[in-house]
C-alpha cells in the first residue's frame, strides 16, 4: 500500500465516524482553502501484539523516521511521533499507548482478554491500524474501564484506527490564525474542545492546537446500543524556530488537552451548554 492509498483507506474510515470532520474539511474548501493535514493520531496499548512499535512499521516500511516521545503521567500514556525525512508535505504520525502496567490488575485483565479474541491473522503489521474493533463489547467491562481511563475505554470500543485528522492552518489562505479557525466553526455551529482553554499551547511554546469535540457515535453492545464519543477534528499552528524552520514537535500539557476532546465528562457538559 503506498503512503497515499494508506492515507486515504485512514481518512475514509475517519470520515465514516466522524461525519463533522468532513463537514469541516467541506466548509473550508467552500472558503477557497486547499486543506493539508499536520498530523494524524492514532491510539493503542503497550502490549507487545499492538504497541507502538507495531503501528508504526507500516509508516517506516515507506519512509517514516521517529523523532519526539512524549509522556503523559496522569492519563498513563506515552508516545512517539514520526515524519517523513522527504517528503515535507506528508503528515507526522502521532502514536499514543497506555501503559499496562501503570493500571490495575482489573483493567490489565480486561485489556489482555480482548487482545487474546483477535485471531493471529488479523495481527498483520501492515493493515492492523485499519482493523478498528476486533473483540466483542459488554457493557460491563467499558464502564469499568471508563472510571479508570477514559483512554482504555475509548479503545475498547472503537479499536484500530486514526483517532484524529488535524488541518495544518499555517497552510490556509484566508484563515491565518487559530483564532480566525476557531471562530469560522463555531460560527457554522461546531462545538470545541474548551479543556484547558479553546486554544492549546502558544506562540512561545512554537505550537498553538485546538480541536472539536468527538462526534457521538450509537455502538452495540451485549446489552443494547450506547452513545459514546468517536473522534474528532484538530488544528495546529505552528511557529518558526530561530533558523526560519517551522517547529515539527508536539507540547506534551497541550497534548494531554487535546486527549480530552474524547472524554465522556466534556462531551456531555459541552452538550449541556447546547
Known sequence: MSKDQLFEALWDQYTQMTPSAKQIHQLFEEQGEHVLNDHIAIRTFNDPRVNIEVLAAPFKKLGYVEKGDYEFKEKKLFAHHYEHPEDKDAPKIFISELLLERCSEELRQIVSALLDQIPYSELDMDSLLLKGRLWKL???????????????????????????????????KNHKSLE?????LKSAGFKLNDAGGEIKGSPDQLLEQSSTIADQVPVEFDDGVKVIPGCYYEFARRYPLNDGSLYQGFIAASADKIFESTNVSLVEKVKGRL
Open 138 to 172: 459488554s457493557s460491563k467491562e467499558y464502564d469499568l474501564l471508563q472510571k479508570e481511563s477514559e483512554y482504555a475505554s475509548w479503545m475498547y470500543v472503537f479499536g484500530f484506527c486514526a483517532n484524529h485528522f488535524t488541518v495544518f492552518v499555517n497552510k490556509l
Open 180 to 184: 480566525e479557525v476557531n471562530d469560522l
